[in-house]
């Protein structure tokens, strides 16, 4: 769909730590990411919500408030059209901006989307055959690119008994025009109602899909702004995929929540050119980014100092790390590479999460890089989230275990999912249980 441009970002002066003392978080459980959305579209219309860089550096497609509203209602008043609220759908579109709009109009919209890794190329449609073979989805929402690798892969398989994507009905966002969805009014729906389905990767057995309420996804965005200090002062950059829990929830959603524009790319992008990462950071004054362990390795091995010239990390405050173990020694090493460019010693950030806890459980702030031994081998993943409780445990005895012993996570709290679609024997193994030594503890996930 056609966009505006809108006027340039104005990041105003740098963001320091100090902004950040003391930083009120207002539960807010009526809310949605959606009423948000309006909340921002009524009263900032003309702020930025998000720029996506389609080259990776300078080739932005910036939406407002207001435009990002119009779309979402435009796509909501199609899916409404279709009698689609309840209804589970894929959604399978590239990096962009175009995927966001999608996604909150099936919120907007009732429609439970489930996030599937768009496939670049027809082989990798095995893996949302198996997918579409375990659940009940009603229409597949997908961008050209995602249309044109399911038609390639539907004509290499005409004779598949097995096939399934082909039996499901599709809606391209290229099929969708602004205006159309001028009378749609959001439906009406419970905090306790599936907002979306977040798929595992399925790499030790059969994608699960982890069921996300809206309620949960509230309690983590609140659990995100105390522990990231995150206010519509901040300014997001990302190049994480947005259909992974960490892009969608952490990197993408939370920015909206708040108020504060992001800017972000395609992985691809950050992997060819893991410059591209840090000048964006420069550029658009960011003060949080992130992303996993390697990342961190991949910028300290594959930039050279000669393309290091120009770069300002000095407003980064939050530059946090996770979905993978976090090393010391590579805190260390990317503090040493970029300290002379403005990266505070303190703005290292580990985190803990899971699919299953929405996303964020823990993470610590202020860890200083000059101070870590790289012998210790991992970074602490700090304090618990707010409205949370965590404990690792012995999963035999059903036992907290004391500091240094090695066992299960087992956590608690409002961002916990409600279980995992149609997976009643993995639900029954993973969720709901009681300590024994704490019986007031009950929990409502395991993960080893």
């Known amino acids: 769909m056609q966009k505006m441009h809108s006027d340039e970002l104005d990041t105003g002066r740098p963001i320091e730590v100090d902004d950040f003392a ?3 978080v207002l539960p807010c459980a009526e809310d949605t990411i959606v009423t948000k ?16 860089l389609r080259d990776g550096e300078n080739d932005e497609h910036r939406i407002t408030n207001a435009e990002l509203h119009a779309s979402v209602c435009t796509i909501a008043a199609q899916l409404h059209k279709r009698k689609l609220k309840g209804k589970r759908v894929l959604l399978m579109c590239q990096q962009g901006i175009e995927f966001i709009e999608m996604f909150l109009a099936c919120l907007a919209a009732g429609v439970i989307p489930a996030l599937v890794n768009p496939p670049s190329v027809s082989r990798m449609v095995k893996r949302i055959e198996r997918i579409v073979a375990d659940g009940d989805f009603a229409m597949i929402l997908t961008d050209s690119h995602g249309n044109g690798i399911l038609e390639g892969y539907v004509a290499e398989h005409a004779d598949a008994d097995e096939m399934t994507v082909d039996k499901l009905p599709r809606l391209i966002t290229l099929d969708i025009r602004v205006g159309e969805g001028a009378e749609f009014i959001d439906e009406a729906f419970s905090p306790d109602d599936i907002a979306f389905l977040q798929y595992t990767s399925g790499s030790t057995g059969n994608p699960k899909g982890v069921m996300i309420t809206h309620a ?3 309690a983590n965005m609140r659990a995100i702004e105390h ?5 519509d002062k901040c300014v997001g950059v990302s190049w994480l995929p947005i259909f992974h829990d960490m892009g969608l929830v952490g990197s993408t959603l939370h920015p909206l929540y708040i108020g504060a524009p992001l800017i972000f790319m395609s992985p691809l992008h950050f992997i060819q050119r893991p410059i591209r990462w840090l000048r964006a950071i420069t550029k658009y004054r960011a003060t949080h980014s992130g992303g996993p362990n390697f990342a961190y390795d991949y910028c300290i091995q594959k930039i050279k100092t000669q393309d290091r010239e120009g770069l300002d990390l000095s407003s980064w405050v939050v530059a946090f790390n996770g979905s993978e173990p976090v090393r010391n020694q590579t805190v260390k090493d ?5 300290e002379s460019h403005g ?3 303190n703005a290292h950030m580990a985190v803990y999460g899971m699919a299953e806890s929405t996303l964020l459980l823990s993470g610590t702030r202020n860890s200083d ?12 993943s700090g304090f618990v989230a707010p409205e949370h409780d965590l404990k690792i445990v012995d999963p035999q005895t059903r036992e907290v275990l004391e500091d240094g012993h090695i066992g299960e996570v087992w956590a608690a709290g409002p961002s916990i999912c409600a279980g995992y679609y149609n997976a009643d024997t993995a639900n029954a193994e993973t969720f709901n249980f009681t300590l024994l030594d704490l019986p007031r503890f009950h929990g409502q996930f395991r993960d080893s």
């Open 227 to 231: 522990t990231f200090s995150y206010n």
């Open 22 to 24: 003391n930083y009120a």
């Open 216 to 218: 949960n996804l509230m």
């Open 343 to 345: 990266l505070q010693p």
């Open 369 to 380: 890089a000059r101070s870590l031994d790289g012998n210790q081998g991992y970074a602490t």
């Open 37 to 52: 959305l309006q909340q921002h579209a009524r009263l900032k219309p003309t702020n930025l919500a998000y720029i996506f």
């Open 334 to 338: 990317f503090y040493a590479a970029f």
